[in-house]
């Protein structure tokens, strides 16, 4: 079983960029599809990026297209999510999911490994 961890977020102002780290342990991390997600109160958890086990396929939200950015160090097991010209729409607790498969998924109950999550909130 993979263990994910989350780490990056914080506050930060409109404009600004953070970059979230999920740090996995435990089985074949590269057999693994990637997933980031985000769920903001009152709001459906969203399907934000997606990254493929070999890293090629990349798949991503309309919204976060050209301001967003998924990359994975294998040697490192962690996947990133760098994030640019946040804005409010992007405050919410971002979660890192993991799936055994070489397609992503923008579904979140494709993925059946989470990490806890971790609070993004743009101030404007």
Known sequence: QVQLVESGGGLVQAGGSLRLSCAASGRTFSNYAMGWFRQAPGRER??????????????????????????????????YLQMNSLNSEDTAVYYCAA????????RASAYDIWGQGTQVTVSS
């Open 99 to 106: 799936r055994r498969h070489l397609v992503c998924s923008s």
């Open 46 to 79: 969203e399907g934000v990026s997606c990254i493929s086990p070999t890293g090629v396929g990349t798949v991503y939200t309309d919204s976060v297209k050209d301001q967003f950015a998924i990359s994975k160090d294998t040697t490192k097991a962690t996947v």
